[in-house]
């Protein structure tokens, strides 16, 4: 699913450092620290699942590498805010849509 441990997963989700809803309509959430992203389900019998998990703290795994190339192995490249807000994480199909800072 995503290349980081669950101990990282958690403590994006404890203290990030800025929550954004997406615009997809999806009721995503994305949860940002530092350079690391998580997304998770934002409504419906999946709201708080986590999704996925982007950065350089995780590996690619194999949808970072159906997403941004390279090996699974290597590490996850960085995600900024403005990133999140201009629509530019990287995803299977293009890119994920741009997210509203919520916190």
């Known amino acids: 699913m995503h290349g980081f441990s669950d101990e ?13 809803h997406s ?3 999806s009721g995503r959430l994305i949860f940002r620290q530092g350079e690391d992203i998580v997304v998770s389900e934002g409504g419906g019998a999946g709201a708080g699942n986590v999704i996925t998990a982007y950065g350089p703290s995780g590996i690619r ?21 403005a990133d999140v807000v201009e629509g530019r994480i990287p995803a299977k199909n293009g890119y994920m849509a741009p997210g509203v800072q919520i916190r």
């Open 61 to 81: 795994g194999d949808s970072g590498v159906r997403a941004l190339g390279g090996l699974p192995t290597d590490p996850g490249g960085p995600i900024t805010h």
């Open 23 to 25: 615009t997809a309509g």
């Open 8 to 20: 990282r997963v958690l403590e994006i989700l404890k203290s990030p450092d800025a929550v954004y």
